[in-house]
């Protein structure tokens, strides 16, 4: 039998217009608090579902997971995402996850995704709101002073041209505030975070995770952060393919780095 949620899931997919929670509760047979508690699994489970007082709810894009089948088409690189990839449902944090794999051997190269983050880490000791359908991973890079620009730096430029490709005439362009928090109409959409470790003074591992808020609705941000954060989507009205943004964003950072 199909789960009361994918039911709702099915109407909506139906339809590229609103369906009152009336509407979907007299379909379902349920009330319209059961409509809504099924509307806020499916945004869970990654769909993108705007919802509107007046109008009810629409489904924007069926949730894809973060697939490396699905980023390969993207990726042109020698070394990133090629040496290792680990998906990820949840975890604490892809940072951390990526530090333990590096310290059990890890290659160089590796890379962390997962759809959503319990306990993202921040800059300043700041936590980082890791929701489904955000973008979250962590790169495990070459210890030691290997690299000729700062990888804060050179994501920070590679995250600024990239989110300006992929916005669409008409928003306003990123901008960079420094170190590499990167803004869209003045909130913040993406940052990065390296973390490194030694042993007696030696270099021994370096992880850059990096956050950008993809497809997350406005209002899906808490409060606190409202007014100093937004999304791709909430900017665009445009849900984005997060594979194919994650192909092109490691090339970047790896083309960047080498050169
Ligand atoms: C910042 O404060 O601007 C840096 C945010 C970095 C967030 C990313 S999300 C993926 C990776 N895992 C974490 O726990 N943090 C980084």
């Known amino acids: 039998m199909t789960a009361p949620a994918d039911r709702v899931l099915n109407f909506l997919g139906e339809t590229a217009e609103w369906l009152s929670g009336e509407e979907l509760a007299r379909l379902l047979g349920i009330s319209r608090a059961a409509v809504a508690k099924h509307i806020a699994k499916l945004r869970r489970d990654g769909h993108i579902i ?31 995402g090629r040496t290792g990839w680990r998906s990820l449902d949840v975890t604490e944090s892809t940072n951390n996850e990526a530090i333990i794999w590096a310290l059990a051997g890890g290659p160089v190269g ?7 983050q319990t306990g993202g880490k921040g800059r300043r000791g700041h936590g980082w709101f890791s929701p489904p359908r955000s973008l979250m991973f962590s790169c495990i890079l070459p210890a030691g002073p290997r690299h000729r620009s700062s990888p804060e730096a050179v994501t920070g430029e590679a995250l600024a041209a990239l989110v300006e490709a992929f916005c669409q005439a008409g928003v ?6 420094s170190p590499n928090d990167l803004l869209l109409n003045g909130r913040k959409i993406a940052g990065v975070l390296v973390e490194s470790g030694s042993r007696a003074g030696v270099p021994e591992w370096l992880v850059l995770g990096i956050g950008v808020n993809v497809n997350v609705l406005q209002e899906e941000f808490p409060d606190e952060l409202s007014g100093r954060a937004t999304s791709i989507l909430a900017v665009t009205g445009r849900p984005m393919d997060r594979n194919a943004f994650l192909g092109i964003i490691l090339s970047e950072i790896e083309r960047k780095l080498r050169a």
């Not at 306003?172 to 505030?177: D, G, N």
């Open 50 to 80: 705007k919802s509107s007082t007046k109008l009810g709810y629409r489904l924007l894009a069926k949730n894809v997971p973060v697939d490396f089948d699905l980023v390969v088409p993207h990726l042109w690189t020698k070394t990133l």
């Open 172 to 177: 306003p362009e990123p901008t960079v505030k």
């Open 110 to 116: 590796a890379v962390v995704p997962a759809e959503r």
